[in-house]
C-alpha cells in the first residue's frame, strides 16, 4: 500500500499539470509500474480532445504495459467522446491491477470503468489518496452532479479584517507573493467574479499574468451590474479573455449596447428581492456556460448574498500583518450580517500557511463537499 500511495502521489502531482488547461475535463494524472517494480510510464491529462492519462502512460510503457500495475487519479472512463475508452486500452494492454484514487461522477449512462475492468478479470483497488484525488476535480464533480459551479469566495484583509481603507484605497494591502499566489487561483478558475463596485474603484483587468499560465485558457470575467453602473472603457474589457457582464432589466439599452460593443457578453437575469442580480440565477446562467470552478473577488454586498444564499464552498482569506481601523473602512462581507452570532456559518479550517509576509487561510463551509 505505501508504494501505492507514493506512485498515486506522483499521479497526483502530474495531473496538476492540466491546471487551468483540461476544463471542462477533469484533471488526470496515471503511471505505469511493471511486474519487475519499474516505473515504466507517466502521462496526463492536457486538455479536450488530447489523449487521456491512461493512454499517454500505457503508450510510454510500450510492452512492459503486460502484468504491469496503472495507478490513476481517477477512474478511468468507460466511453467514447473525443478518445477511445481508457477500459479498452488497459484491458488490451494487458495490465494486471488498476489503482484508482477517485470515483468517476461522470458516468453518463455506461457501465461504470470499474466495472468493465472488473469484468475483464482486471484486479482493481480504489479510494488509494481519495480525498486527495477527489479534492482535485472537486469543481468537476459540482458541476457534473448540480449543474453549478464550485464557488470561492478570496478576500484580502488586514489583520483586523479591512479590505480597504476609509477612502476606500486598497493597493496594496497584502503582498506580491500573496498577489502572486492569486493567480493561480484565477489560473484554475473557468470565471471570475466580481461586483460593479469592485470595477469602479479598482479597475481590475482581472486576467493571469503568471507566465506559468501563458498557454492555458484564460478564465471567464464575469461583473456582476444590476442597474448599468460601470462603463465600457473600464479594463475588464480589454484583452483576449472573454467577459460576461450579468445584469437585470433595471439597466438602460444604451448601456447594455455599449456593453455588447466592448465585446462582452451580456445576460439580464432575474432580480432578488433587493432589486439586484439574483446570484442563484447566475450560477446557472454560468453552469450553462460550463463554468466548473468559479472564483469571487469582491465586492463586500456580493460577497454577502452568496454566503446569505449558502452558495459558498471555500473560503480564502490572504491576511496581511497591518491593522487599518476606521469605522467607515470596509471588511470582507457586508449585508445584514447573521443574528444573533449562534446563526453565523461555520468553516472548518483546511490549511494555514506563510506567503512571504502575509498568512493564507483556506477554509471549507462545514458540512460542504
Known amino acids: 500500500m505505501e508504494r501505492h500511495e507514493a506512485d498515486m502521489r506522483r499521479a497526483l502531482e502530474l495531473a496538476e499539470r492540466g491546471w487551468g488547461r483540461v476544463s471542462p475535463n477533469p484533471l488526470v494524472g496515471a503511471v505505469v509500474r511493471s511486474s519487475a517494480g519499474d516505473m515504466v510510464g507517466e502521462g496526463w491529462h492536457e486538455g479536450p480532445g488530447t489523449p487521456h492519462a491512461e493512454a499517454v502512460a500505457l503508450a510510454q510503457a510500450g510492452a512492459d504495459a503486460r502484468g504491469a500495475t496503472v495507478v490513476s487519479t481517477l477512474e478511468p472512463c468507460n466511453r467514447f467522446g473525443r478518445t477511445p475508452p481508457c477500459t479498452t486500452a488497459l484491458i488490451d494492454a494487458g495490465v494486471a491491477r488498476v489503482i484508482v484514487g477517485a470515483t468517476d461522477p461522470d458516468l453518463g449512462d455506461g457501465t461504470p470503468g470499474i466495472a468493465e475492468l472488473r469484468g475483464a478479470g482486471v484486479e482493481v483497488v480504489t ?38 481603507a476609509a477612502d476606500g484605497s486598497s493597493r496594496w494591502i497584502t503582498s506580491d507573493e500573496a498577489r502572486a499566489d492569486v493567480q493561480r487561483l484565477r489560473a484554475w478558475s473557468d470565471a471570475v467574479v466580481v461586483g460593479s463596485g469592485t470595477v469602479i474603484a479598482d479597475d481590475p483587468s482581472l486576467s493571469v499574468r503568471d507566465r506559468r499560465y501563458a498557454d492555458a485558457r484564460p478564465p471567464r470575467r464575469v461583473v456582476v451590474d444590476s442597474t448599468g453602473r460601470i462603463g465600457a472603457r473600464a479594463r475588464v474589457f480589454d484583452g483576449p479573455a472573454p467577459t460576461l457582464v450579468a445584469t437585470t432589466d433595471r439597466t438602460p439599452h444604451d448601456r447594455l449596447s455599449a456593453w455588447e460593443e466592448a465585446g462582452a457578453e451580456v445576460v439580464i437575469l432575474d432580480r432578488d428581492d433587493a432589486g439586484r442580480v439574483s446570484i442563484p440565477g447566475l450560477l446557472d446562467a454560468l453552469g450553462k456556460r460550463d463554468v466548473q470552478g468559479m472564483l469571487v473577488e469582491g465586492g463586500a454586498r456580493l460577497a454577502w448574498a452568496l454566503v446569505d444564499g449558502g452558495l459558498v464552498d471555500r473560503f480564502v482569506l490572504y491576511l496581511a500583518p497591518k491593522v487599518i481601523g476606521g469605522e ?15 446563526a453565523a456559518i461555520r468553516l472548518a479550517f483546511e490549511r494555514v500557511e506563510r506567503i512571504g509576509p502575509d498568512l493564507k487561510v483556506v477554509a471549507r463551509v462545514h458540512g460542504h463537499r
Open 328 to 342: 467607515h473602512a470596509p471588511g470582507m462581507v457586508a449585508g445584514a450580517g447573521f443574528i444573533p452570532v449562534d
Open 127 to 164: 479510494g488509494v489518496l481519495g480525498a486527495e484525488c477527489r479534492e482535485l476535480n472537486e469543481a468537476f464533480e459540482r458541476h457534473v452532479l448540480t449543474g453549478r459551479p464550485f464557488v470561492i469566495l478570496k478576500s484580502a484583509s488586514s489583520l483586523d479584517g479591512k479590505t480597504a
